[in-house]
């Protein structure tokens, strides 16, 4: 990633840029519906300017043209009025300089205080030094966000413009800001339905975490460009004459995939980006006729398309009828074009796409009845939330995974035997419904009739389902369902009622845990907890409590001592060192695991960590969760006993990393490697005589790259082969990949991550 141009204005420079960035936030608010309170968002901006004057940001620019930016932000892209510009542009005064928020509701009054002192509660972002200490800040998130709405949209808009600009940050910074934000910001956006938000934030994250990448994905897409738009006129052409023939006013424009979720296509379905097929859809917005109601248009619009062109059997949305639970309205249908290729259309109203596009924020501008329709939609999942809030785990990332459960996931629709209407996330099961329905229903549910079927208390529901849920008073929760539950409430529910049962053991472990440190002087901190917690391999304190309370394990028995006063002595000293970690024992551990790894004594997480291997000595471990290769995008992660892990920037365990370790990530480079590494090929082609042959014959032959395992299937005409190869880095893969692809039948060659 380049590094920022250095800043380089005069005073006089600078304060005309302030004063026209703030003229651009005013026209903007102008030209919006809301009432104008000109006056209101002038006291504030001269307010926040007083304040942060002479504060720079790091790029060097002056600090107040960050919350002007949130600002516009929050004004133009989430369509929010005078109270929350004021609070974009006061978000940092209590946080960062001497003003308070009685000084706030003093001179701005009580709700724009308020929204301040929301946003400053989570002011140090979701994710702090202690685990804690995360779930908490988090916690207060959604707190303030479940009192109001607008305090998460001006913390979204926050995130927006910090990514916009971070290249000022440095690298490690960089993967720990770009990482919490595809772990959790993008997801929470998705759920506000703010999707034009989410989308620039994922593609923002990718641009930082794969530089190489995006650049190769978005010179790909500019160089499709033209045939896009030949292929797109020819599909288009009939659409717009037919609609002009209904009189309809309306826009249609060609939208085209984000480069993150192509990417992501390419690499859960393994496909080179010439194979992404859906690479855009058409996108028709209409102003509903007076005296038509708007589902009325978007059906009789989906009945000429269909007309025209023949729609995929599968592949048609409607959730004009059935809302998804972000209150995204549309109805898409999937259209066979005149080249042979199939494009989604998706059809909205003027109302509807802007509710998609601006999310919850826009649904305020729409009363139904005196009510707000969709916004009913935002009381139910703030009320899930809540319950969520109700479960006390201090673990920060158990935490925000049960949550995400609930954020971003696709969503299906079931019905009760009344009828009534439960939206959960694909891959719900019976028992989903029962804890969404009440806490004791999931406590004592023994089976389920779906579509008067009876099943069991596992089986996934599909959309469309009627789902009965049928319970035992002698029925109790059993740990075992945690395995097979979807959804963040009823995994929540769940938990509480095992804790309820188990705290009497608990309790009991916390006081032999209690009673050891108070009998051996002992003083913990964070990272003594960790070791603890890592050595009886537990995630909480309160598992590591449960395992003692009930005799599961002894603290003399994991520590091999007796109760003598020198064996207290001992213990005492082990536990402020970590479990005695001492470097004889780092040194026999390494002899015995890793004697080709040399641990750095002082690593500076500033700097790009420089990674090397000589063959017999190399300052890094790979991580096996992604066993990623030299010329991957990786990032470093320094570890419990001072080594430095690499792990691929798209594990799922380094997004975990990225969004709850901020403070020990390493930029890193790759350096001369002189090694073999282990790298899995999975191919896919027409079966034929010696096709085997010719592929070990190019592999081993011609490339003379060792093989050390080979599994191959056929069924009919068709064969798949998955390999493992010992290799020297990516480049070494790519080769592999593109010699193989020439083997006649051979159809598809994808290295497996």
């Known amino acids: 990633m380049e590094s920022p141009a250095p800043y380089s204005l005069t005073p006089e420079q600078e304060s005309r840029l302030i004063d026209d960035e703030f003229a651009d936030l005013l026209r903007g608010y102008l030209a919006s519906n809301h009432r104008k309170k000109v006056d209101l968002i002038e006291r504030a901006f001269k307010f926040a300017r007083e304040a942060h004057y002479g504060v720079r940001r790091r790029s060097g620019e002056p600090y107040i043209l960050h919350p002007i930016a949130v600002a516009k932000i ?24 001497e003003y308070t928020v009685e000084d706030i509701e003093r001179h701005f009054g009580k709700k724009i205080a308020e929204i301040v002192s929301g946003l400053t509660k989570i002011s140090g972002g979701i994710f702090g030094d202690r685990a804690s ?42 993967y720990k800001i770009a990482g919490e934000t595809l772990y959790i910001y993008a997801p929470l956006a998705h759920r506000l339905g703010l999707f034009g938000i989410k989308t620039e934030l994922e593609d923002l994250s990718f641009k930082y975490e794969h530089p190489a990448e995006y650049a190769r ?25 037919r609609l002009a023939e209904m009189g309809l006013t309306y826009d249609a424009k060609a939208r085209v995939k984000s480069v993150y979720s192509i990417w992501r296509k390419m690499e859960t379905k393994h496909v080179p980006f010439e194979e992404v097929y859906d690479l855009y859809a058409m996108r028709i917005i209409f102003d509903t006729p007076e005296g038509v109601n708007e589902k009325e248009m978007c059906y009789r619009i989906y009945s000429a398309l269909t007309d025209l062109y023949t729609p995929h059997p599968e592949r048609t949305r409607d959730w004009v009828a059935v809302p998804k639970a972000n209150g995204y309205q549309a109805l898409h249908v999937t ?30 501008k729409y009363k139904i009845g005196g009510e707000y329709e969709e916004e009913s939609e935002l009381t139910v999942w703030l009320r899930t939330i809540k319950d969520i809030l109700d479960d006390p785990n201090p673990n920060a990332i158990d935490f925000l995974d049960t949550l995400k459960l609930n954020l971003f996931a696709s969503e299906i629709v079931v019905f009760t035997p009344k009828g009534e209407l439960l939206t959960l996330p694909a891959g719900a099961t019976v028992l989903d419904v029962a804890y969404s329905l009440h806490s004791e229903l999931g406590n004592h549910c023994i089976a389920g009739k779906v579509n008067h079927k009876l099943v069991q208390l596992s089986h996934k529901l599909n959309s469309g389902d009627q789902v009965e849920v049928l319970t035992s008073h002698s029925q109790k929760p059993k740990a075992e369902w945690m395995e097979f539950l979807s959804t963040a409430k009823a995994k929540t529910r769940l938990r509480k009622e095992l804790r309820r049962e ?60 007796n109760t003598s006063s020198r064996a207290k002595s001992l213990v005492s000293r082990l536990f402020r060192l970590g479990f005695g970690k001492s470097d004889n024992s780092k040194k026999k551990r390494k002899t015995e695991n890793e004697s080709d790894t040399a641990t750095p004594a002082e690593i500076d997480v500033k700097k790009t960590y420089v990674l090397h291997d000589d063959g017999t000595d190399r300052n890094f471990i790979l991580a096996e ?70 592929l070990t014959g190019v592999i081993s032959g011609s490339l003379d790259i060792d093989m050390r395992r080979l599994n191959i299937e056929a069924h009919g005409e068709v064969f798949s082969c998955d390999l493992d190869v010992k290799v020297t880095d990516v480049k070494h893969v790519r080769r592999l990949c593109a010699a193989m692809r020439k083997v006649d039948g051979v159809r598809r060659v994808v290295r497996v991550k």
């Open 74 to 97: 929050v004004s133009r892209e989430i369509g929010l009025g005078s109270t929350s510009i004021c609070a974009a542009l006061l978000h940092d005064v209590v946080e960062d300089t």
């Open 133 to 174: 200490a995360q779930a908490e800040n988090f916690r207060k998130l959604l707190l303030t966000m479940s009192e109001d709405i607008r305090v998460v949209l001006i913390k979204m808009a926050d995130r927006l413009h910090n990514m916009r600009t971070l290249g000022s940050m440095a690298p490690n910074k960089q």
């Open 217 to 241: 994905i978005a010179s790909l897409i500019k160089g499709t460009e033209e045939k896009r738009e030949m292929v797109y006129n020819n599909f288009a052409t009939p659409i717009h004459e």
């Open 335 to 364: 259209l066979m074009g005149p080249d042979g290729n199939w494009i989604e259309v998706q059809i909205r109203s003027r109302r509807m796409d802007e509710i998609a596009e601006k999310g919850f924020a826009a649904h305020w």
């Open 502 to 561: 188990q705290q009497p053991f608990i309790e009991k472990g916390r006081q032999i845990f209690d009673a050891f440190l108070t009998e051996n002087n002992i003083n913990l901190n964070n990272d003594v907890i960790t070791k603890i917690l890592g050595r009886y391999q537990v995630s909480t304190r309160e598992e590591l409590f449960l395992k003692l309370g009930t005799g599961e394990a002894s603290i003399d028995d994991y520590l091999n001592v």
């Open 625 to 694: 969760c992604c066993s990623p290769l030299p010329g991957d995008d990786v990032m470093g992660y320094l570890n419990y006993d001072g080594q430095v892990e690499i792990h691929s920037l798209s594990c799922p365990h380094a997004q975990k990393l990225k969004a709850g370790h901020g403070d020990r990530l390493l930029a890193v480079k790759w350096d001369k490697i002189d090694r073999d590494f282990i790298a899995n090929i999975h191919v896919e082609g027409i079966d034929r005589h010696g096709i085997l042959q010719e």
